[in-house]
Protein backbone atom coordinates (compact mmCIF):
# COMPACT_ATOMS: atom_id res chain seq x y z
CA UNK A 1 0.00 0.00 0.00
CA UNK A 2 1.54 3.26 -1.03
CA UNK A 3 1.89 6.50 1.97
CA UNK A 4 -0.76 8.50 -0.74
CA UNK A 5 -3.10 5.45 -0.25
CA UNK A 6 -2.85 5.17 3.39
CA UNK A 7 -2.99 8.87 3.82
CA UNK A 8 -6.37 8.83 1.70
CA UNK A 9 -7.63 6.03 3.87
CA UNK A 10 -6.55 7.86 7.37
CA UNK A 11 -8.30 10.83 6.36
CA UNK A 12 -11.13 9.03 5.43
CA UNK A 13 -11.62 7.57 9.14
CA UNK A 14 -12.17 11.06 9.68
CA UNK A 15 -15.53 11.10 8.10
CA UNK A 16 -16.67 7.82 8.98
CA UNK A 17 -20.73 7.86 9.58
CA UNK A 18 -19.91 4.97 12.48
CA UNK A 19 -17.45 6.74 14.61
CA UNK A 20 -19.72 10.00 14.13
CA UNK A 21 -22.62 7.97 15.40
CA UNK A 22 -20.82 7.26 18.43
CA UNK A 23 -19.47 10.36 19.13
CA UNK A 24 -23.07 11.81 18.97
CA UNK A 25 -24.65 9.49 21.45
CA UNK A 26 -21.35 10.21 23.80
CA UNK A 27 -22.02 13.94 23.31
CA UNK A 28 -26.17 13.31 24.28
CA UNK A 29 -25.12 11.52 27.17
CA UNK A 30 -22.91 14.21 28.01
CA UNK A 31 -25.25 16.64 27.62
CA UNK A 32 -27.54 14.82 29.99
CA UNK A 33 -25.01 14.30 33.01
CA UNK A 34 -24.07 18.34 32.98
CA UNK A 35 -27.54 18.85 33.21
CA UNK A 36 -27.86 22.71 31.83
CA UNK A 37 -27.50 24.30 28.91
CA UNK A 38 -23.81 24.03 27.30
CA UNK A 39 -22.35 26.85 25.09
CA UNK A 40 -18.93 26.24 23.45
CA UNK A 41 -17.11 28.71 21.24
CA UNK A 42 -14.97 27.55 18.63
CA UNK A 43 -11.88 29.74 17.40
CA UNK A 44 -11.83 29.20 13.60
CA UNK A 45 -13.06 29.88 10.44
CA UNK A 46 -12.31 25.99 9.43
CA UNK A 47 -14.36 24.79 12.05
CA UNK A 48 -17.01 26.66 11.48
CA UNK A 49 -17.01 25.60 8.04
CA UNK A 50 -16.61 21.75 8.73
CA UNK A 51 -19.80 22.35 11.05
CA UNK A 52 -21.33 23.73 8.33
CA UNK A 53 -20.22 21.56 5.24
CA UNK A 54 -21.15 18.24 7.52
CA UNK A 55 -24.45 19.42 9.07
CA UNK A 56 -22.92 18.75 12.22
CA UNK A 57 -24.96 21.24 14.21
CA UNK A 58 -28.30 19.59 13.20
CA UNK A 59 -27.20 16.62 14.62
CA UNK A 60 -26.10 18.10 18.43
CA UNK A 61 -27.75 17.44 21.17
CA UNK A 62 -30.38 19.67 22.45
CA UNK A 63 -28.70 21.90 24.73
CA UNK A 64 -25.17 21.68 23.39
CA UNK A 65 -24.86 25.28 20.71
CA UNK A 66 -21.83 25.87 19.51
CA UNK A 67 -21.22 29.55 18.50
CA UNK A 68 -18.12 31.13 16.56
CA UNK A 69 -15.52 33.21 17.80
CA UNK A 70 -12.71 35.27 16.51
CA UNK A 71 -11.23 32.97 14.57
CA UNK A 72 -11.77 34.01 10.93
CA UNK A 73 -8.43 36.18 9.82
CA UNK A 74 -9.80 38.05 7.45
CA UNK A 75 -13.19 39.17 9.40
CA UNK A 76 -10.76 40.84 12.34
CA UNK A 77 -8.97 42.67 10.10
CA UNK A 78 -9.82 45.87 10.98
CA UNK A 79 -10.97 48.65 8.39
CA UNK A 80 -7.92 50.78 9.17
CA UNK A 81 -5.97 48.14 7.95
CA UNK A 82 -7.39 47.22 4.31
CA UNK A 83 -7.72 51.40 4.59
CA UNK A 84 -3.65 51.29 4.39
CA UNK A 85 -3.02 48.73 1.97
CA UNK A 86 -5.51 50.69 -0.63
CA UNK A 87 -3.91 53.74 -0.23
CA UNK A 88 -0.27 51.91 -0.59
CA UNK A 89 -1.91 50.28 -3.85
CA UNK A 90 -3.41 53.83 -4.73
CA UNK A 91 -0.35 55.34 -4.28
CA UNK A 92 1.67 53.00 -6.99
CA UNK A 93 2.91 50.28 -4.93
CA UNK A 94 2.35 46.77 -6.24
CA UNK A 95 0.27 45.18 -3.49
CA UNK A 96 0.23 41.70 -2.92
CA UNK A 97 -1.77 39.26 -0.55
CA UNK A 98 -4.22 36.59 -0.39
CA UNK A 99 -7.16 36.24 -2.93
CA UNK A 100 -9.92 36.43 0.27
CA UNK A 101 -8.80 40.44 1.29
CA UNK A 102 -9.15 41.77 -2.20
CA UNK A 103 -13.44 42.55 -1.58
CA UNK A 104 -13.36 43.64 1.81
CA UNK A 105 -14.54 46.79 2.48
CA UNK A 106 -12.22 49.70 4.08
CA UNK A 107 -13.30 52.92 4.91
CA UNK A 108 -12.83 54.26 1.22
CA UNK A 109 -13.45 51.00 -0.77
CA UNK A 110 -11.58 47.37 -1.32
CA UNK A 111 -7.89 46.40 -2.62
CA UNK A 112 -10.53 45.41 -5.58
CA UNK A 113 -11.78 48.88 -5.60
CA UNK A 114 -8.38 50.43 -6.09
CA UNK A 115 -7.54 47.28 -8.76
CA UNK A 116 -10.32 48.39 -11.35
CA UNK A 117 -9.07 52.38 -10.77
CA UNK A 118 -5.74 50.72 -12.27
CA UNK A 119 -3.95 50.25 -9.28
CA UNK A 120 -1.03 46.64 -9.29
CA UNK A 121 -2.71 44.71 -6.84
CA UNK A 122 -2.06 40.87 -6.82
CA UNK A 123 -3.54 37.48 -5.26
CA UNK A 124 -0.56 35.43 -3.76
CA UNK A 125 -0.96 32.22 -1.45
CA UNK A 126 2.02 33.54 0.65
CA UNK A 127 4.88 35.21 1.46
CA UNK A 128 7.28 34.20 -0.29
CA UNK A 129 5.80 34.58 -3.46
CA UNK A 130 5.25 38.05 -2.66
CA UNK A 131 9.31 38.44 -2.13
CA UNK A 132 9.19 36.43 -6.11
CA UNK A 133 7.15 39.52 -7.60
CA UNK A 134 9.69 42.04 -6.04
CA UNK A 135 12.84 39.66 -7.17
CA UNK A 136 11.32 40.42 -10.57
CA UNK A 137 10.75 44.00 -10.28
CA UNK A 138 12.60 47.16 -9.32
CA UNK A 139 8.71 48.38 -8.41
CA UNK A 140 8.00 48.71 -4.28
CA UNK A 141 6.01 45.40 -3.78
CA UNK A 142 4.02 45.51 -0.10
CA UNK A 143 2.93 42.11 1.24
CA UNK A 144 -0.42 42.70 3.26
CA UNK A 145 0.18 40.03 5.65
CA UNK A 146 -2.97 39.00 7.46
CA UNK A 147 -4.31 36.01 9.27
CA UNK A 148 -2.98 34.43 12.78
CA UNK A 149 0.04 32.41 13.92
CA UNK A 150 -0.16 29.91 10.97
CA UNK A 151 0.58 32.54 8.22
CA UNK A 152 2.50 35.10 10.77
CA UNK A 153 5.41 32.15 10.93
CA UNK A 154 5.94 31.77 7.23
CA UNK A 155 6.03 35.54 6.78
CA UNK A 156 8.60 35.58 9.79
CA UNK A 157 10.49 32.95 8.06
CA UNK A 158 10.67 34.46 4.84
CA UNK A 159 11.99 38.31 6.11
CA UNK A 160 14.67 36.38 7.68
CA UNK A 161 15.65 34.51 4.81
CA UNK A 162 16.49 37.59 2.83
CA UNK A 163 14.26 39.67 0.97
CA UNK A 164 14.84 42.35 -1.79
CA UNK A 165 15.57 45.86 -0.67
CA UNK A 166 12.38 46.78 -2.66
CA UNK A 167 9.89 44.14 -0.44
CA UNK A 168 7.79 45.28 2.92
CA UNK A 169 5.26 43.84 4.80
CA UNK A 170 2.42 45.75 6.18
CA UNK A 171 1.37 43.23 8.30
CA UNK A 172 -2.10 43.34 9.74
CA UNK A 173 -1.35 39.65 11.55
CA UNK A 174 -2.96 38.42 14.61
CA UNK A 175 -1.99 36.33 17.51
CA UNK A 176 -5.41 34.45 18.88
CA UNK A 177 -4.88 33.62 22.41
CA UNK A 178 -5.45 37.64 23.62
CA UNK A 179 -8.76 37.23 21.94
CA UNK A 180 -9.75 34.32 23.66
CA UNK A 181 -9.61 36.16 27.00
CA UNK A 182 -10.75 39.06 25.98
CA UNK A 183 -13.93 36.91 24.75
CA UNK A 184 -14.16 34.89 27.86
CA UNK A 185 -13.79 38.19 29.69
CA UNK A 186 -16.95 40.09 28.07
CA UNK A 187 -20.12 39.91 30.47
CA UNK A 188 -22.47 39.72 27.42
CA UNK A 189 -20.43 36.62 25.61
CA UNK A 190 -21.44 33.00 27.35
CA UNK A 191 -18.48 30.64 27.31
CA UNK A 192 -18.82 27.10 29.11
CA UNK A 193 -15.48 26.08 26.86
CA UNK A 194 -13.21 27.12 23.73
CA UNK A 195 -12.76 24.38 21.31
CA UNK A 196 -9.41 26.23 20.11
CA UNK A 197 -7.98 26.13 16.24
CA UNK A 198 -5.78 23.16 15.26
CA UNK A 199 -3.50 24.83 12.73
CA UNK A 200 -2.10 27.80 14.95
CA UNK A 201 -1.92 25.43 17.41
CA UNK A 202 0.52 23.71 15.14
CA UNK A 203 2.60 26.51 15.57
CA UNK A 204 2.10 27.33 18.95
CA UNK A 205 1.52 24.00 20.44
CA UNK A 206 -1.31 23.83 23.13
CA UNK A 207 0.43 25.17 26.28
CA UNK A 208 0.05 29.11 24.81
CA UNK A 209 -4.09 28.15 26.04
CA UNK A 210 -3.09 26.74 29.50
CA UNK A 211 -3.30 30.35 30.90
CA UNK A 212 -6.59 30.74 29.10
CA UNK A 213 -8.08 27.44 31.24
CA UNK A 214 -6.20 28.78 34.02
CA UNK A 215 -7.88 32.02 34.55
CA UNK A 216 -10.81 31.69 33.34
CA UNK A 217 -11.23 28.24 34.79
CA UNK A 218 -12.78 27.07 31.32
CA UNK A 219 -11.70 23.85 29.09
CA UNK A 220 -10.14 24.39 26.27
CA UNK A 221 -9.68 21.56 23.58
CA UNK A 222 -7.28 21.95 20.38
CA UNK A 223 -9.24 20.65 17.29
CA UNK A 224 -9.04 19.37 14.11
CA UNK A 225 -11.30 20.42 11.16
CA UNK A 226 -12.62 16.80 9.77
CA UNK A 227 -16.30 15.80 11.18
CA UNK A 228 -15.03 13.18 13.48
CA UNK A 229 -12.09 15.61 14.89
CA UNK A 230 -14.77 18.27 15.94
CA UNK A 231 -17.39 15.74 17.41
CA UNK A 232 -14.24 14.52 18.87
CA UNK A 233 -13.25 17.75 20.30
CA UNK A 234 -16.66 18.58 21.45
CA UNK A 235 -16.53 15.54 23.39
CA UNK A 236 -13.42 16.33 25.17
CA UNK A 237 -14.71 19.20 26.40
CA UNK A 238 -17.97 18.17 27.56
CA UNK A 239 -16.17 15.61 29.31
CA UNK A 240 -14.30 17.69 31.61
CA UNK A 241 -17.64 20.19 32.06
CA UNK A 242 -19.05 16.57 33.48
CA UNK A 243 -15.88 16.32 35.79
CA UNK A 244 -16.09 19.46 36.52
CA UNK A 245 -12.49 20.28 35.15
CA UNK A 246 -10.75 22.80 33.48
CA UNK A 247 -7.47 21.91 31.73
CA UNK A 248 -6.18 22.22 28.22
CA UNK A 249 -7.05 18.91 25.81
CA UNK A 250 -5.05 17.82 22.45
CA UNK A 251 -7.92 16.54 19.78
CA UNK A 252 -5.49 16.80 17.63
CA UNK A 253 -2.32 14.85 18.35
CA UNK A 254 -1.50 13.92 14.84
CA UNK A 255 -0.64 17.35 14.02
CA UNK A 256 -0.27 19.22 17.70
CA UNK A 257 2.18 18.87 20.73
CA UNK A 258 2.53 20.79 23.42
CA UNK A 259 5.33 22.63 22.60
CA UNK A 260 4.63 23.13 18.85
CA UNK A 261 6.73 24.15 16.22
CA UNK A 262 9.88 25.59 17.91
CA UNK A 263 11.69 26.46 14.98
CA UNK A 264 8.31 28.12 13.08
CA UNK A 265 8.25 30.33 16.88
CA UNK A 266 11.40 31.32 16.87
CA UNK A 267 11.38 33.29 13.98
CA UNK A 268 7.80 34.54 14.47
CA UNK A 269 9.23 36.08 17.96
CA UNK A 270 12.30 36.98 16.17
CA UNK A 271 10.35 39.12 13.35
CA UNK A 272 7.57 40.34 15.28
CA UNK A 273 6.16 41.30 18.47
CA UNK A 274 2.75 41.83 20.04
CA UNK A 275 0.99 45.17 20.96
CA UNK A 276 -2.33 46.47 21.45
CA UNK A 277 -4.32 46.95 18.40
CA UNK A 278 -8.41 46.97 16.81
CA UNK A 279 -9.62 43.45 16.12
CA UNK A 280 -12.44 44.57 13.52
CA UNK A 281 -15.50 45.63 14.84
CA UNK A 282 -14.58 43.90 18.41
CA UNK A 283 -12.78 46.02 20.55
CA UNK A 284 -8.76 47.16 20.74
CA UNK A 285 -7.23 43.34 22.37
CA UNK A 286 -4.02 43.78 24.28
CA UNK A 287 -1.04 42.34 23.09
CA UNK A 288 -2.67 40.60 20.42
CA UNK A 289 -1.78 42.42 16.82
CA UNK A 290 1.78 41.35 15.61
CA UNK A 291 4.06 44.21 14.52
CA UNK A 292 7.56 43.92 12.80
CA UNK A 293 10.27 44.26 15.27
CA UNK A 294 12.55 47.59 15.27
CA UNK A 295 15.10 45.28 13.13
CA UNK A 296 13.10 44.83 10.36
CA UNK A 297 12.07 48.58 10.26
CA UNK A 298 13.65 48.46 6.61
CA UNK A 299 11.19 46.19 5.28
CA UNK A 300 7.88 47.35 7.24
CA UNK A 301 5.50 49.37 4.90
CA UNK A 302 4.97 51.74 8.19
CA UNK A 303 7.77 52.80 8.52
CA UNK A 304 8.96 52.58 4.62
CA UNK A 305 6.23 54.77 3.42
CA UNK A 306 4.18 58.03 4.67
CA UNK A 307 0.94 55.94 4.43
CA UNK A 308 -2.06 58.52 3.89
CA UNK A 309 -4.52 56.11 4.68
CA UNK A 310 -7.48 58.73 6.43
CA UNK A 311 -9.10 57.84 9.69
CA UNK A 312 -9.79 54.38 9.07
CA UNK A 313 -13.73 55.12 10.46
CA UNK A 314 -16.11 51.94 9.22
CA UNK A 315 -18.71 52.46 7.15
CA UNK A 316 -21.88 53.48 8.85
CA UNK A 317 -23.85 50.20 7.97
CA UNK A 318 -25.65 47.42 10.18
CA UNK A 319 -23.38 45.02 9.73
CA UNK A 320 -22.59 43.26 12.76
CA UNK A 321 -19.52 40.92 11.90
CA UNK A 322 -18.26 42.33 15.17
CA UNK A 323 -20.89 40.69 17.28
CA UNK A 324 -20.38 37.53 15.33
CA UNK A 325 -16.63 36.88 15.95
CA UNK A 326 -17.15 38.29 19.82
CA UNK A 327 -19.35 35.46 19.95
CA UNK A 328 -22.76 37.67 20.98
CA UNK A 329 -24.44 37.09 17.64
CA UNK A 330 -25.25 34.83 14.64
CA UNK A 331 -25.82 35.74 11.09
CA UNK A 332 -29.30 35.59 11.45
CA UNK A 333 -29.37 38.33 13.89
CA UNK A 334 -27.87 40.52 10.86
CA UNK A 335 -31.01 42.45 9.04
CA UNK A 336 -28.98 42.55 5.94
CA UNK A 337 -28.27 39.10 6.03
CA UNK A 338 -29.31 37.52 2.24
CA UNK A 339 -30.76 41.13 1.65
CA UNK A 340 -28.54 44.03 1.35
CA UNK A 341 -25.56 41.55 2.13
CA UNK A 342 -25.01 39.40 0.01
CA UNK A 343 -22.48 36.91 -1.62
CA UNK A 344 -22.54 38.83 -4.88
CA UNK A 345 -22.59 41.89 -2.91
CA UNK A 346 -21.24 41.49 0.34
CA UNK A 347 -20.72 44.32 2.71
CA UNK A 348 -18.98 43.16 5.69
CA UNK A 349 -16.27 41.14 6.09
CA UNK A 350 -18.10 38.04 6.87
CA UNK A 351 -19.71 37.57 4.51
CA UNK A 352 -16.01 38.12 2.01
CA UNK A 353 -14.10 35.93 3.35
CA UNK A 354 -14.18 31.74 2.83
CA UNK A 355 -14.23 31.17 6.67
CA UNK A 356 -16.48 33.99 7.49
CA UNK A 357 -19.29 33.37 9.15
CA UNK A 358 -22.18 35.09 7.15
CA UNK A 359 -20.88 33.73 3.85
CA UNK A 360 -20.38 29.53 5.33
CA UNK A 361 -24.01 30.82 6.48
CA UNK A 362 -25.16 31.91 2.78
CA UNK A 363 -23.23 28.81 1.47
CA UNK A 364 -24.22 26.11 3.37
CA UNK A 365 -28.00 27.35 4.09
CA UNK A 366 -29.12 28.62 7.54
CA UNK A 367 -26.78 27.18 10.89
CA UNK A 368 -28.72 26.17 13.15
CA UNK A 369 -28.53 26.93 17.16
CA UNK A 370 -25.38 29.32 16.97
S1 LIG B 1 -24.71 39.66 6.84
FE1 LIG B 1 -23.26 41.12 5.95
S2 LIG B 1 -23.67 43.03 6.98
FE2 LIG B 1 -24.55 41.38 8.24
S3 LIG B 1 -22.98 40.82 9.73
FE3 LIG B 1 -22.76 39.49 7.97
S4 LIG B 1 -21.26 40.52 6.67
FE4 LIG B 1 -21.98 42.05 8.12
Redesign the pocket.
Known amino acids: MTDAVEEGIEALSFRDPDRAGALRERLADLVETVDTPVRVVHVCGSHEEAIAEYGLRAVLPDGLTVAMGPGCPVCVTDSAEVDEAVALARSGAVVATYGDMLRVPGSDGSLADARDEGADVRVVYSAAEAADIARETDDEVVFFGVGFETTAAPTASVLREGVPSNFSVLSAHKYVPPAMELVADHPDTRVDGFLAAGHAATITGTEVYERVAADYDLPVVVGGFEPVDVLYGLVELLEQLADGTATVENAYPRCVSRAGNEAAQEALWTVFERVPGQWRGIAEVPDATLQLRAEYAAHDARERFDIDAGDGDDRA?????G??MAGR?E?AD?????E??TLAD???????SDE????IDQEYGEVRGR
Not at 346 to 352: N, T
Not at 356 to 359: V, Y
Request: glycine share 12%.
Open positions: TDCICEIAPCPLLGACPVGACMVGPCR
